[in-house]
């Protein structure tokens, strides 16, 4: 699996967007970028995912770059709940495992 | 109506005891995981099944022993504990849809060793 990088921390103000980058420079083709979230001690949460397109859904927008050797996840009005750690991961979707790094503590501020 | 769940939330119990955790998913997945997060955070990969095969094993010492009596269930026995046992397990689950395999993961189960 290819390893990703993250910063270790960021803060957004509340209302504001959160964009949170990952660098992948070593991503396979066939390796899409996921991005899961862990509020607290709670178990991992699934974001959104992604292979060569930008990506949306209700909770996040996911933008790659051309050349997939980097992407952001997009909050687009942060809130409080939105505080957590957030992972970038390199994932082929085929059932293998997901291997999570370190992450970004997003802390969201009022 | 959950989607993964797992029972017990809290686990307390001696070092030398034998328990097992519990895993359920009404999702109609094929693919059932354990992970494990260590008290530094740190989340990693125990075990997988499909269809009740198992299909990874990762370096987990054999006191730890996965056991999936059906495709929505997927339970971890762990023999003789040790207090570097202590640690959050969560139980995962995953079905194709579309193109990609994604995983879902459920409220974990933290184990004390005491």
């Known amino acids: 699996d290819a390893k990703t990088t993250q910063p270790t921390s960021m803060d957004c103000a509340e209302g504001r967007a959160a964009n949170l980058p990952c660098n992948h420079s070593t991503i396979s083709g066939n390796e899409y970028v996921y991005w899961y979230r862990q509020i607290h001690s709670q178990g991992p949460q699934y974001i959104i995912h992604?292979?060569?397109n930008n990506e949306t859904n209700e909770m996040a927008s996911l933008i790659i770059t051309e050349d997939r050797k980097s992407s952001t996840l997009i909050l687009p009005h942060a809130t409080l709940r939105d505080t957590a750690v957030y992972y970038c991961?390199?994932?082929?979707?085929?059932?293998?495992?997901?291997?999570f790094g370190t992450g970004t503590r997003l802390q969201v501020t009022l | 109506d959950t989607a993964v769940s797992q029972t017990p939330k809290y686990l307390v119990t001696q070092m030398g005891n034998d328990k097992s955790i519990k895993c359920e998913q009404n999702l109609g997945h094929d693919t059932m995981y354990w992970y494990k997060q260590d008290s530094k955070k740190f989340l990693k990969i125990m075990f997988s099944?499909?269809?009740?095969?198992?299909?990874i094993n990762e370096t987990v010492p054999n006191r730890f022993s996965p056991k999936s009596p059906d495709k929505a269930h997927l339970n971890l026995h762990i023999n003789s504990l040790e207090l570097g046992d202590s640690a959050v397990y969560f139980c995962?689950?995953?079905?194709?849809?579309?193109?990609?395999?994604?995983?879902?993961f459920g409220p974990g189960t933290r184990l004390t060793v005491l």
């Open positions: 995962a689950s995953s079905g194709l849809a579309g193109r990609t395999d994604t995983q879902y």
């Open positions: 992604g292979l060569k």
């Open positions: 991961i390199a994932y082929t979707g085929t059932a293998s495992k997901l291997t």
């Open positions: 099944y499909n269809n009740k095969e198992l299909i």
